[in-house]
């Protein structure tokens, strides 16, 4: 696919390179993420794979990929891309291959390690400068296991592990680790955060981050349905009002300069998010806990003014 | 009297709620019972499998792990009845029962056993009338109770009860839920059943030194999950509706098995592989899918 040609949606509706008959649940949102990654990015990827829900894709004897894939433990995905990257350079030195068949090395992980087992790795290779790229889909909790809290769970949810109970009615009472600051605090050439419901945006970062040579980070907002109890339907739906509403900022960037891609005139409230998720039913029923909610609502909106007033200079240009 | 019941299902459709909610309600009732899946990695639509064993006898149940002789089947979804790798009526006793979730009649359905005994009910149909979702966890165990035949009312209502608070469903669902699960314990009948045998002790197998080559399996056949036909994991069907269409392309990229594709006559969608999510009839910007249920379509 050559690359100028990706300017509408149109575009993008040539070769899958994902076919049907994956094990996924039915309306994965991370399978919408990876097969739009792929698109972009072309036939020619080797995908490293760490312990997810993804891995379930390849079940012996079947692979619904048609490029090659690797699987590694949780905490050493980054490592194994380092094995594959070193390979395949030093086979095109050696002349074994010509440049032509370079393929690009992709890490496709979930928030769990990505945000806790596989962080020190994934912080070795971006200090290297390997040039790889990362995808991580985040549903926001351990989801291949029964959906146990992960570092990345965010504030109120229900989970496995943070049942809402008497004693802690509000379910998981810690914060979403922001694993966006602490990649960018290396500086590589580029981190994003994509959203399956803006497939624009993704493709233009893909773009974008293609022309740069080192880590290329991409952390995307991953709907899940068993998880998050939401009508199988509602995968795009809720990423879009994840975006809207301000939960999920869309941003880049590159060697820690950030810039917001998508910055929504005015933010929808929180609730409306909230409101159409299971994980998040205890904070409405059965009574509203307006606190935990305000709570949720008041982090949006401070990181928000910080970003209105960086790239628009006004600080409240959309908090009503 | 032991009952050893197995239920076969689908993630995501309630088996392992159902195989509790009958083992909640054994032991109101005042049984010895024990009740487990088998637990893998949790995906929706995966074949899966649940165990309840109960015993009305004064001595705990006898036996662990797996039922391999049950004289009691739930079958959730009648698209395993016939897949040989799940195999949903193995080891069923003689004269045992059988119960399918299916919407045809049971001289439609066919098995290469004549000695046990099959019961089918439309419980979808049920679900959603009472429920309205396609959720089968409550009416699968109501009717597993209802077929053990030991089992009363009062205590089934206790069963789900239980469970279902367990699981966070309070207030006016968990009211539509005991009325489904009412609904369903009146629509069976129960006939006695055979005695289960116990398993015989398995034999240890030495698994001999290989080397590691064969150890890691590779997969050299790429892009080859076609053939495995998710399609049966549907319970609605998107529809498309041609002459609205208008060829923008939002459902291809949203599609997440990619079964639409995008051809010179329109939008192709391709239903042995999809899964039913509905995620095209959500998001068509021109309102250009309907979705019906898969038995209708049928």
Request: charged residues 25%; glycine residues 8%.
């Amino acid at each position: 696919m050559s690359k100028t040609k990706l300017s509408t949606i149109k575009d993008l509706l040539g070769e899958d390179y994902v076919v049907p008959g994956t094990p996924l649940c039915a309306g994965c949102g991370a399978l919408i993420i990876l097969r739009l990654f792929h698109k972009v990015l072309g036939g020619r990827v080797v995908w490293v794979n760490a312990a997810g829900c993804v891995t379930l894709m390849m079940v012996y004897p079947f692979a619904p990929l048609k490029s090659s894939w690797m699987y590694t433990a949780m905490a050493c995905a980054p490592a194994g891309a380092q094995g594959i990257r070193d390979a395949l350079d030093i086979l095109i030195e050696k002349g074994r291959i010509p440049i032509e068949e370079d393929l690009k090395v992709v890490v496709v992980t979930g928030d769990g390690a990505a945000n806790d087992i596989g962080l020190q790795s994934t912080s070795g290779a971006i200090h290297r400068g390997l040039d790889f790229y990362y995808l991580c889909y985040d549903n926001e909790a351990f989801g291949n296991t029964g959906f146990q809290y992960s570092a990345a769970t965010p504030y109120g949810s229900r989970t496995a592990t943070s049942p809402p109970t008497p004693l802690i009615p509000e379910g998981y009472r810690g914060t979403k680790k922001d694993l966006f600051e602490i990649w960018r605090a290396h500086k590589p050439p580029y981190v994003a955060t994509i959203s399956p419901s803006h497939p624009m945006d993704v493709v233009r970062k893909i773009e974008k981050a293609e022309k740069y040579r080192g880590p290329k980070l991409f952390i995307s907002l991953s709907p899940c349905q068993p998880g998050w109890l939401i009508d199988t339907m509602d995968a795009i739906k809720v990423a879009k009002l994840a975006v809207e509403t301000g939960v999920w900022p869309l941003k880049e960037a590159v060697y820690g300069e950030v810039r917001h891609t998508f910055i929504p005139r005015r933010l929808k409230p929180v609730e409306e998010y909230l409101k159409i998720q299971g994980r998040f039913s205890h904070l409405f029923y059965p009574v509203k806990r307006d606190d935990v909610i305000a709570k949720i609502q008041s982090e949006v909106e401070e990181y928000w003014r910080a970003v209105y007033a960086r790239e628009i200079g006004k600080e409240d240009a959309g908090i009503s | 009297m032991l009952i050893y019941a197995r239920f076969h299902g689908r993630g995501g459709q309630g088996v392992k709620t159902a195989s509790r909610i009958l083992g909640n309600a054994a032991h109101f009732e005042g049984y010895y019972t024990q009740d487990f899946p088998i637990y893998g990695a949790e995906r929706r639509g995966a074949p899966v499998v649940a165990f309840t064993r109960i015993s009305d006898e004064p001595t705990p149940i006898p036996e662990r792990g797996y039922i391999f002789n049950p004289n009691l089947i739930i079958l959730a979804d009648e698209s395993l009845l016939n897949d040989p790798i799940v195999n949903p009526i193995s080891g069923l006793q003689n004269s045992g029962t059988l119960f399918i979730n299916t919407s045809k009649p049971v001289d439609k359905i066919f098995i290469n056993r004549d000695d046990v005994r099959i019961v089918v009910e439309d419980l979808i149909d049920l679900s959603l009338k009472y429920v309205g979702k396609p959720v089968l966890s409550t009416s699968l165990g109501a009717v597993a109770a209802k077929l053990t035949g030991i089992i009363r009312w009062v205590s089934l209502e206790e069963g789900v009860k239980e469970e279902l608070l367990e699981i966070g469903i309070r207030g006016e669902m968990l009211e539509k839920n005991i009325l489904l699960a009412k609904a369903c314990f009146e629509r069976v009948y129960p006939t006695p059943l055979p005695i289960p045998k116990l398993a015989e002790p398995r034999k240890i197998v030495k698994i001999n030194w290989m080397p590691v080559d064969l150890t890691i399996p590779e997969i050299r056949n790429v892009g080859n999950t076609r053939v495995r036909k998710t399609g049966n994991w549907r319970i609605f069907k998107p529809i498309l509706n041609p002459e609205k269409c208008t060829r923008c392309g939002i459902c291809v990229i949203y599609c997440p098995e990619g079964v639409i594709t995008m051809t010179d006559n329109g939008l192709e969608i391709d239903y042995d592989n999809c899964k039913g999510c509905l995620i095209c009839f959500n998001e068509c910007p021109v309102k250009a899918f309907n979705y019906i249920r898969e038995v209708e379509a049928a």
